[in-house]
């Protein structure tokens, strides 16, 4: 739409659409002109928010992140305090640590403080496990099916947590390595993918499968650190089939866990266009909720149209979150 219109009303989206169709507002408090690109706020579903900058992330274009791995007794009340409208950052949802074996990955990894990681022992405690961070308040369960870091979950403690997480209609989603280990999350349920598998080029017939009712989160650019890597370019290959099989993407940065600058990562988007992806449904996977009448009045304002340049997602002039402005 060339001219168009936003009224915002209690940090919700009142009316949205072309600016001759507006309603009058009298008196606005505040009346802003984004000479570029209106767009929904990014969400970024794959973050370590506690080795980030809140600020940096939510000025950067991203107001509503999901983070996949962290202690409890943190992620969880930064969630809480995320619903404030005072909050200087994203909304947050998490998942809380992620769910292990004894001695398995991440407990070992060392990039996140204890606690990022709880084991279990068997498919009892698993699904006890999964229950109490549901309770806590767990968006989504993570996994970790990470072969090449050590042991894993058995398959009945996989089957445990999935089924805890489907009885109360949420996902799990996993951190998939190693050779075979996709096709065992498949198996035992998994929804998700929290990474694009990289550590080995997937069957054809295991990327139909996944392609019927598992999602994958891009994290591309972590493979590559501005380099052409093998690792990269398997991960490429692996999410090109997948798209071609009509998979589902979801943007994602794995912000916190190396070298990912806060906010819109624009190495990301050219890596999903590299994939296969159109620069319409890059953005659809970047985003969540339209601008539309009745949604937060998350907003980003481009200086120009990343339906032309993906460039344009560098530019952020204006963002706002629920309404309050941060750019």
Aim: charged residues 20%; hydrophobic residues 40%; glycine residues 12%.
């Amino acid at each position: 739409m060339e001219d168009a219109a936003v009224l915002i009303e209690g940090g919700r989206i009142v009316f949205a659409g072309d600016a001759s169709q507006a309603p009058a507002v009298p008196v606005p408090e505040e009346e802003l002109h984004v000479d570029g690109f209106l767009m929904p706020g990014v969400v970024d579903r794959h973050v370590h928010i506690g080795l980030s900058d809140h600020v940096a992330v939510v000025t950067g274009g991203v107001t509503a992140v999901r983070d996949l791995g962290w202690p409890s007794d943190v992620i969880f009340s930064l969630v809480e305090a995320s619903e404030s409208p005072s909050f200087h950052g994203p909304l947050i949802r998490a998942s809380g640590p992620i769910i292990t074996c004894r001695g398995g990955y991440p407990t070992r990894a060392g990039w996140g403080p204890k606690g990022t990681g709880v084991e279990v022992d068997g498919p009892e405690e698993a699904a006890s496990v999964a229950r109490d961070l549901l309770a806590r308040g767990a968006a989504v369960l993570k996994v970790a099916l990470n072969s090449d870091e050590g042991p894993t979950l058995s398959d009945q403690e996989l089957l445990a947590v999935c089924a805890v997480a489907h009885e109360a209609e949420t996902i799990v989603t996993a951190h998939v390595q190693g050779v075979g280990q996709a096709a065992r999350a498949l198996g035992g349920g998994v929804d998700e993918f929290a990474h694009c598998p990289w550590s080995e080029r997937l069957p054809d017939d295991l990327i139909q499968s996944l392609a019927r009712g598992t999602r994958i989160v891009s994290t591309l650019d972590i493979l590559s650190r501005g380099r052409d890597t093998p690792e990269l370019r398997t991960a490429t290959d692996n999410l090109a089939r997948f798209l071609e099989a009509g998979g589902r993407i979801a943007y994602g940065t794995d912000l916190g866990n190396g070298p990912i600058p806060p906010g819109i990562h624009v190495g990301e988007a050219w890596h999903l266009l590299r994939a296969g992806l159109t620069h319409e449904r890059i953005l659809e996977a970047m985003t969540f909720r339209p601008v539309a009448e009745g949604e937060p009045a998350d907003l980003v304002g481009l200086a120009g149209d990343p339906l032309r340049s993906l460039d344009a997602l560098g530019h952020v002039v204006m963002v706002m979150r629920g309404g309050r402005r941060f750019v």
